[in-house]
Nanobody, 115 residues
Framework: QVQVVESGGGLVQPGGSLRLSCVVS????????MAWYRQPPGEQRNLVAT????????YYPDSVKGRFTISIDDAKNTMNLQMDSLKPEDTAVYYC????????WGQGTQVTVSS
């Protein structure tokens, strides 16, 4: 059974940085295009970054473009999300899944941006 476990969230001040990780167990992380999603309080879950099976990022919404960077660590079968210049509106629970959300959702990791 394929499982994902997200980690790395926390409380950070505006302008700060965090690095999220998503460990995939049960299969090769490059088996499908992967993605990070986030769900702000009271809102729907939305896509924030995608990376294809070749390890190339190919989508960021305008709200995070230039501040977030998605990457894959093959040695650890892990996907990462480097988040810089964080803003209060980045506050959300962050999840990883395939681009088409075909895996069971993990617990996510909470990111709170506040002074």
């Amino acid at each position: 059974q394929v499982q994902v476990v997200e980690s790395g969230g926390g409380l950070v001040q505006p302008g700060g940085s965090l690095r999220l990780s998503c460990v995939v167990s049960g299969r090769d992380i490059r088996a499908n295009t992967m993605a990070w999603y986030r769900q702000p309080p009271g809102e729907q879950r939305n896509l924030v970054a995608t990376i294809n099976t070749a390890g190339k990022p190919f989508y960021y919404p305008d709200s995070v473009k230039g501040r977030f960077t998605i990457s894959i660590d093959d040695a650890k079968n892990t996907m990462n999300l480097q988040m810089d210049s964080l803003k209060p509106e980045d506050t959300a629970v962050y999840y990883c899944n395939t681009w088409r959300a075909t895996l069971d959702w993990g617990q996510g990791t909470q990111v709170t941006v506040s002074s």
